[in-house]
């Protein structure tokens, strides 16, 4: 199948772009909608708050793992059947879950739970890039985004009337059915992207080669550093803002909410200038303002807690501007680093590898340098967001792109 721009053949792709889009999804939905839970869960099983937290870890560890599995078998065997399997291993460990006896069957859980729905994400991302130019799959995931996005502002509140309703098990059995609804969709409409002669024989067998490959190509592995460090900028602020707004703040969590509400409008409306942007600029233009605004906000948010640590209003706008630029970064960087790399799904799952991998250490590392202010997640942020700067700087450089 050729690649396509998004105007073409407008209701497949729209159906296209809605898959990938659930998909993607089974991510922030089985992270956000549990949080809610946790002080249940902890009293269900007598555990620590340190054990329940260990239940995110393990899923972070299973995300990041099984992409490196999906990505090299879709390559090999198209994008369909692997991402089916996937969705059937998550429906099951959800299920799965709703019996756990204990916090360690918890964690086992989630960590299958992850195996499988991370399929969603590294195969979406290759779906797009099989189907679309580098330009259209900029607007792809633009589009994807604005979906994307409704999931960490909608989860919390859904996990938390069900936990209401119905207990913390039941959160689990709406993701299992969530699941069974995404295998459907899949199986009745999403069509096989990748054709019998562009698949890699031996995909998976050649994974380090490929990886090293994709490693030494500066160009690609600059926006892959790029994707991951602006995604990590995105998990330090989720993994600290409660903490901040709530803890140090006295914020109550209603008005939390709609400070965490107008930061996801304001990442969402990014995205839809971005959409109308690439209209009339490159990608890559549009990502360096992004960078450049990122960089900046993370700097006077830095800023603001050193000055004025007591005053949270600083604060909120640097960080609507950090959020908000993510919406310029994130689909370019991604679209430019999967257009770069042959085969996609493994370019993917490095990708993804490399963002919940910083990720995981940006949360690892708030949690470890909290000291009950707002320090530690404005030093995380502030970081990530100059280093994707000098990512762009040192590695993506003009001349011609070398594509694998």
């Known amino acids: 199948m050729s690649q396509i721009a998004l105007s073409q053949n407008l209701p497949s792709d729209r159906r296209l772009l809605l898959i990938a889009s659930v998909v993607m ?57 692997p991402l089916m399997v996937g969705i059937a291993v998550y429906v099951m460990a959800s299920a799965g879950i709703t ?23 590294v195969i979406a991302r290759a779906v797009i890039t099989d189907r679309f130019e580098e330009k259209a799959a900029a607007r792809a995931f633009s589009i994807i985004m604005l979906v994307m996005n409704l999931a960490p502002v909608l989860a919390p509140t859904i996990g938390g009337q069900i936990l209401v ?24 409409v999403l069509p096989e992207t990748l054709p019998q002669e562009r698949r890699a024989s031996r995909a998976f067998m050649n994974l380090g080669g490929t990886i090293v490959a994709l490693v030494r190509n500066r160009q690609f592995l600059g926006y892959a550093l790029i994707t991951s460090l602006s995604f990590s900028g995105m998990f330090a602020y989720i993994a600290g803002s409660p903490f901040v707004f709530i803890g140090f703040f006295g914020m109550s969590p209603q008005d939390y909410g709609l400070l965490f509400g107008m930061n996801a409008v304001g990442l969402i409306l990014a995205a839809q200038a971005n959409i109308h942007l690439l209209k009339v600029c490159s990608g890559r233009t549009i990502l360096a303002l992004g960078l450049v605004l990122n960089s900046v906000a993370g700097i006077v948010l830095l800023g603001a807690a050193l000055v004025q640590p007591s005053e949270p209003l600083p604060l909120i706008g640097a960080l609507f501007v950090v959020v908000a630029s993510l919406g310029l970064i994130g689909p370019n960087a991604t679209a430019a680093a999967m257009s770069l790399a042959r085969p996609r799904g493994t370019a993917s799952a490095l990708i993804g590898v490399m963002q919940f991998g910083v990720g995981g250490i940006a949360g690892a590392v ?32 003009p001349g011609p792109r070398k594509t694998l």
């Open 25 to 81: 999804a089974f991510a922030p939905l089985s992270i956000d909608m549990y949080l809610p839970a946790f002080p249940a869960i902890q009293a269900d099983f007598g555990a620590s708050s340190g054990e329940v937290q260990f239940t995110l870890a393990t899923f972070l560890v299973g995300m990041a793992v099984g992409q490196l599995v999906y990505g090299p078998i879709s390559d090999r065997y198209g994008r369909r059947r």
């Open 99 to 121: 019996l756990a006896p204990d916090v360690a069957s918890l964690a086992l859980g989630r960590l299958l739970q992850a195996m499988g729905g991370c399929a969603g994400v």
């Open 165 to 188: 309703l119905a207990g913390w098990r039941a959160i689990f059995g709406v993701l299992a059915l969530f699941g069974v609804l995404c295998f459907g969709l899949v199986l009745k």
């Open 366 to 397: 708030i949690g470890m340098l909290g000291n009950g202010t707002a320090l530690p997640m404005t030093v995380a942020i502030a970081g990530l967001s100059v280093a994707g700067f000098a990512a762009l700087l040192l590695t993506v450089r």
